[in-house]
């Protein structure tokens, strides 16, 4: 298992069409892809503009291949891209303790 | 209960000593603060000098007032701060879904 996580910055004031946006592309793209576990939206106290997403995959490739090679991928991006103030930062993690 | 999310850039070829020094500290001096709730260290796959904490509290106050205003704080980074290349970046996060 591991974690994907993406830090993204969204423009002023389009929090609750982002927020509804991302929850849509969860139910309908993200949580049907192979080897999903589970989905947290976590959003900045300090920068409204901040949020995290924590995404658990079985494995590395079920994100990097499986989800992002997919028509899938494209949808959920057409749904939340045109919120970004800038370009997703995303990272993988084995958890060590 | 909110997120902590802190940053952690270390220097390179530091990681074994780095991954005991948190866990010593989590063990003596997080684990024991007020409000406290979980604690999980994660370590980038692209990037091996990175790793991310996530720190579940009661409230904001328990980790900005409770942990960091203590002597016990200044004892944690006396643990792990040897190992950081630059200062932790460090939000706080409501979950939103």
């Given at each position: 298992m591991i974690l994907e996580i993406a830090e993204i910055y969204i423009r002023p004031n389009t929090q609750p069409a982002f927020e509804s946006a991302i929850r849509e592309s969860v139910d309908k793209y993200i949580s049907k892809a192979k080897g999903f576990i589970s989905f947290e939206l976590q959003k900045s106290i300090e920068d409204e503009t901040r949020y995290i997403f924590l995404i658990q995959w079985e494995t590395l490739e079920d994100h990097t291949?499986?989800?992002?090679?997919?028509e899938q991928f494209q949808y959920h991006r057409e749904l939340i891209?045109?919120?970004?103030a800038k370009d997703p930062f995303v990272h993988h993690f084995n958890r060590r303790f």
């Open positions: 291949i499986g989800f992002r090679q997919s891209s045109p919120y970004f």
